[in-house]
């Protein structure tokens, strides 16, 4: 009878603990190399290579099919017919064009030109029937020549294959003009088979140095060498001694440092291996890599796409580092260090959102390197970088996101670098004066007509401040984390209760006219919709400004159910659209998670299931947007595993819906975390319960040391939506609770230049604030009713609530001429309307930047304005500003003419002012056409500025035979009405 109790006892805590069999690691039932499809993201806007390279590898060695071009960035694009060559740098997913770089190309017949324009070139037509990619090979045949390719790599170094059709006219191209901008280039031939060099260059980079080294496993002959080797140092031919018709190989390496450091690289990881063998060598490592995460599932596709995103990810940052631990730093010397490795290619604005904080889990080591990268380059060049390309800023995009990838490092556990150094080096960032930093620290948000994307970059500041001030706490800096921890909370001052949006506020109102799916230039890359729910950092204070978890849920609701079109500028990276979420660009990526903050994760469960099955496909237009150096796949990576980090810094990992039966993540510990799927389909997307490590899991989320730690994270799925993590004590929580601030109040109605006045309303977002203000510093007065403002004056406010006061800010009215209006002959463009139809007399002037909304913009178009004085004046002075900046296609009128008028109707010539529009400028300036009309009387002027014609020749936009831009600005008039100088003459 004891042993009876003892089974039943033993079978009901079996039962009890376990309604399934018990979880082991997920395992791979083929090689992983073999379920990477490196043409997803070649066609349509994913901007990624085919080519072979190593994981986070110096060498992306990949044929070019375009040459320039947004969808020309990576060189290559699936829809293209032509191979120019095969160059030996590439840039994975990004949005401006770089790299690209030596390009070599076998052919049969001796020709210098690539064929674009039509002439015979060395081009060749390919077909993708006979085109194959793996990571670390690519294989091609050339159609024109008969040729077959194939490529393989080394971290820095890589192997070419040519088999020729026949072992005469053996013939390869160097040319180092392909592509970007030559600066300068070197072609030496050292012996029969060693060709070395260099190509400085720019573009994207301003100051690109990398130098090459050549070896061909077949002499050269000597004959053609010495007729068409060297072309001015930019272009070559080589043909071969090759009578057996075997295989020519040509091994490369490649360096930022030198010639030498070329060499060393390639005789150090490749020397004398065969093409095989280095095949061999890069497949391994490669299998080894992307075993980091094990999946099992039997939806071949969801596999695919999968370990092409993970094999996206892990193809940047770059290596940039020779064997020997010299490298070119940010001051373009050579420097050397052999305790870390030292990168380039971090695309921090999109890449700190998901694929660092994948790096955290995943490349730990890697990612104490990257830290260490990031502190060696604030060294060298004074600032952390925003995005840095071969030893070059190219302050691309917005914020200070080395900051972020620092801090998350740091609060994750990764101790391999100098805290105390990062530190000072993040705070260097954030207290800097440019890109609207000094107003952002001044005033508590940044005003429209002081910086362009002035939105967006509020919110991310805000954002990386919040990171600064964890890591604060983190190292007991207690003063630190209260500056810090307040402007984290800065996302407050750009908040519009009204219209629940994050809005631009100019001179102290809100934009208006507002409309939400407009794209402008208070955003990046964005429109309202896609900025107004970034706040991660404090998601509870902004279901606060909302009104309650219920308003958010259904803000969220519209998001993804409005009109997926957008008004305004035409913003190609805006892709991947469900309703206004527009899962193509990284602004929206954390959004679908951020219903488990309002109680419903069933809706996050839904919408992630959504992206992870209609926005990546395994074709070659399979990203919906730029790839962006593996955010875009680090996206997929997270979420089809069923979390994803909607704030990095924190610790918390918010739970979405998994896409596998089973996952593994192995870490660098020796653990592993696996993550099970009980009952998953296509309809059972839904979460019923889960569990942690054999408990129920009540929340919506797990944390890094669950992660960290090893274990099991089991989903148990439905095919309905359960009451899973609803209640408020199991939703997830980022919340900031010391030292809150209280917003800035802004002018909610109210006219900053009026003619007779202007009745001014004033608003906070926050409840229960009282407003303080004073016009032109008299005693400050408690706000409780609107006022009246009739003259010129100063209007100071601020807010006041438990005793904390807000920033004060002053703004300045201005009084018209009530008498004087505008008639326009000429229609603006909508994008830069700077404000409306009298915004050339409204006596605000514009700054050096045109996307501050102060420019009125005309495109192809001359600009023909009267003014109506009202009555007949005196005048001295009529000058008009005009903008400069022909990089943005805006240039000076090639002419401006003045005019008067006594009647409104026949108008006299002034004069004309040639401003040499076309003369080539890298400069934005402001220029002022001032007219000296020498007191001659008038009721009404013109002013006429002349557009150019065409596009001068050197101007990208010639080609395309694009029109120039007008900006223009205050029409200012110096004056003395008639009748007061006739009262003063009788005075």
């Known amino acids: 009878m004891k042993y009876f109790f003892i089974a039943i006892t033993a079978l009901l805590l079996l039962v009890g603990c376990s309604d399934h069999p018990k979880t082991t690691p997920a395992k791979k039932d083929k090689s992983l190399v073999s379920l990477v499809n490196p043409f997803i993201g070649t066609g349509g806007h994913g901007h990624t290579y085919p080519g072979a390279t190593m994981p986070f590898g110096m060498m992306q060695l990949s044929p070019d099919t375009r040459l320039e071009g947004w969808d020309g960035a990576s060189g290559y694009h699936y829809s293209d017919t032509y191979i120019y060559g095969f160059t030996h740098t590439h840039l994975s997913g990004t ?16 020709v210098f030109n690539n064929g674009s324009n039509g002439k015979k070139g060395y081009r060749s037509k390919f077909s993708h029937d006979k085109e194959k990619a793996e990571p670390g090979y690519y294989k091609v045949h050339l159609e024109d020549s008969n040729i077959d390719v194939e490529l393989t790599v080394s971290e ?71 007729r068409k ?20 190989y040509v091994k490369i390496g490649i ?114 390197d990257f830290v260490n990268t990031l ?222 903050f309002v109680n419903k994760p069933y809706k996050t469960q839904e919408k992630v299931h959504q992206i992870l099955t209609t926005l990546y496909k395994n074709e070659p237009d399979g990203i919906a947007g730029n790839e962006d150096c593996g955010q875009m796949s680090a996206w997929y990576v997270f979420s089809a595993m069923g979390f994803y980090p909607v704030t990095p810094g924190a610790d918390a990992y918010i739970i979405g819906t998994p896409l596998f039966d089973k996952a593994t993540i192995n870490l660098e510990n020796g653990k592993n975390f696996t993550i099970k799927a009980f009952d998953l389909s296509d309809a059972n997307k839904y979460i019923d319960y889960v569990r942690l490590n054999g408990n129920r899991l009540h929340e919506s989320y797990i944390t890094s040391k669950d992660i960290l730690s090893g274990g099991i994270l089991e989903f148990f799925m439905t095919d309905a939506p359960s009451d899973w993590a609803t209640d408020d004590d199991e939703a997830p929580t980022t919340a900031i609770t010391d030292f809150k601030i209280v917003s800035v109040p802004f002018i909610a109605t109210g006219d900053i230049s009026f003619k007779e006045q202007t009745e001014v309303t004033l608003g906070t977002a926050q409840l229960e604030t009282d407003i303080f203000y004073t016009l032109n510093d008299s005693v400050y007065s408690k706000y409780e009713q609107p006022f009246i403002i009739s003259e010129a004056s100063t209007l100071k406010i601020y807010a006041e609530k438990d005793g904390e006061k807000s920033k ?38 514009g700054t050096k930047d045109h996307r501050t909304g102060l420019w009125q913009g005309y495109e192809g178009e001359d600009v023909i304005a009267i003014v109506n004085l009202g009555e007949a004046h005196h005048l001295q002075k009529v000058s008009l500003n005009v903008l400069q900046d022909q990089r943005s296609w805006i240039f ?35 220029k002022t056409v001032t007219f000296d009309l020498k007191d001659k009387t008038a009721t009404h002027i013109k002013v006429i500025a002349k557009k150019l014609d065409k596009l001068p020749k050197w101007h990208p936009g010639a080609k395309d035979k694009g029109n120039s831009w007008i900006f223009v600005d205050e029409i200012s008039i110096k004056s003395t009405p008639v009748v007061d100088s006739l009262q003063t003459t009788k005075n």
Not at 95 to 110: F, H, K, N, Q, R
Not at 159 to 171: A, C, E, L, M, R
Not at 812 to 832: E, G, H, I, M, S
Request: proline share 3%; aromatic share 12%; net charge negative.
């Open 229 to 248: 080797q060297n072309l001015n140092n930019r272009k070559a031919v080589f043909q071969f001694d090759n009578p057996k018709n075997e295989p020519i």
């Open 808 to 845: 004060t800010i002053a703004t300045k009215f201005f009084k018209l001429d009530p008498n004087r209006t505008l008639t326009l002959q000429t229609n603006y463009a909508d994008a830069y309307s700077a404000g409306g139809p009298n915004a050339l007399i409204d006596g605000i002037k």
């Open 375 to 596: 502190l060696a380059k604030y060294d060298e060049g004074g600032i952390l970088p925003m995005w840095d390309l071969s030893a070059n800023y190219t302050g691309t995009m917005i914020g200070y996101h080395a900051v972020p990838v620092i801090a998350d490092a740091y609060l994750k556990g990764i101790k391999g670098f100098d805290a105390e150094r990062a530190f000072k080096a993040m705070t260097h960032s954030a207290n800097k004066n440019h890109l609207g930093l000094k107003s952002y620290k001044d005033l508590g948000f940044i005003p429209v007509e002081e910086e362009s994307e002035s939105v967006s970059k509020t919110l991310e500041y805000a954002y990386d401040d919040w990171t600064i001030a964890k890591m604060a706490q983190a190292l007991d800096k207690e003063d630190d984390y209260e500056t810090y921890i307040k402007r984290a909370q800065h996302y407050k001052n750009v908040f519009d209760p009204e219209t629940k949006f994050m809005r631009g506020r100019f001179k102290n109102t809100w934009v208006t006219p507002f409309d939400p799916s407009e794209v402008n230039y208070n955003y990046t890359e964005a429109n309202a919709w896609q900025y107004s729910f970034y706040v991660p950092q404090d998601i509870s204070g902004l279901i606060e400004l909302m009104g309650g978890k219920e308003i958010l849920e259904a803000q969220l609701d519209t998001l993804f159910t409005a009109d997926s079109k957008t008004t305004g500028r035409d913003m190609v990276d805006i892709t991947g659209l469900i309703g206004q979420y527009a899962h193509g660009n990284e602004p929206s990526h954390h959004m679908a998670y951020l219903y488990n």
């Open 156 to 226: 820095r170094s890589g192997i070419h294959k040519y088999q020729f059709p026949t072992s005469k006219n053996q013939i390869i191209v160097l040319d180092l003009e392909h592509r970007d901008q030559l600066l300068a280039s070197k072609i030496k031939q050292t012996s029969r088979t060693e060709i070395t060099g260099f190509r400085h260059s720019k573009s994207w980079a301003a100051n690109q140095k990398l130098f090459y080294y050549i070896k061909f496993s077949h002499p050269l002959s000597v004959d053609l060498i010495a």
């Open 255 to 368: 360096s930022a440092v030198d010639e030498e450091g070329a060499k060393k690289n390639l005789e150090t990881e490749i020397g004398d291996k065969s093409f095989d063998q280095v095949k061999e060598i890069a497949q391994g490592t490669w299998e080894k890599q992307l075993e980091k995460i094990v999946i099992e599932s039997d939806n071949q596709n969801y596999k695919t796409n999968f370990y092409t995103a993970l094999y996206h990810t892990m193809l940047a940052p770059n290596i940039y580092q020779d064997v020997d631990g010299r490298y070119r730093g940010m001051d373009q010397k050579i420097h050397t260090t052999k305790d870390f490795k030292y990168y380039t290619v971090f695309s921090l604005w999109d890449t700190y959102r998901a694929a660092h904080p994948l790096y955290t889990l995943i490349e730990r080591k890697r990612t104490s």
């Open 95 to 110: 949005g401006i064009s770089d790299y690209a770089d030596v390009l070599l190309m076998p052919t049969t017949e001796v």
């Open 892 to 926: 000076y009128p090639s002419e401006v003419f003045c005019y008067t008028s006594t009647d409104g109707q026949t108008f006299q010539f002034i004069g004309k002012q040639n401003l040499n529009a076309s003369k080539r400028s890298e400069d934005v300036n402001i």
